[in-house]
């Protein structure tokens, strides 16, 4: 029952990050406001691939299969939820470093 509800969250999650980041990517505005609805962007869809990798691993919990991945695919899966918000998160702050100067 808990891992049925934490995937249930976790679609929600990701979902919500998605819409969240499409808004953003659709605001029209002066031009730095832009450049940051454009970071913030791109942070939500980091966030929604954290989420993705998330509820993988949920999944794969609640079905029993984690052990029989390998230790590279888990590792796989969450280098690239960590390599997405770092990346992502990194581009936010340049951007709002550019707009203080």
């Known amino acids: 029952m808990i891992t049925a509800t934490i995937m249930s969250l976790g679609v929600a999650t990701v979902i919500l990050?998605?819409?969240?980041a499409f808004v953003f990517g659709g605001i029209k505005a002066k031009h730095d406001a832009e450049h940051v609805s454009k970071a913030i962007c791109y942070q939500l869809f980091g966030e929604a691939v954290i989420g993705v990798g998330t509820l993988i691993f949920a999944i794969a919990a609640h079905f029993g299969w984690l052990d029989e991945w390998s230790q590279a695919l888990q590792s796989s899966i969450r280098f690239c939820m960590f390599f997405a918000?770092?990346?992502?998160?990194?581009?936010?702050?340049?951007?709002?470093?550019k707009l203080k100067q």
């Open 17 to 20: 990050s998605v819409y969240a």
């Open 85 to 97: 918000t770092s990346a992502t998160t990194y581009h936010l702050v340049k951007v709002v470093n």
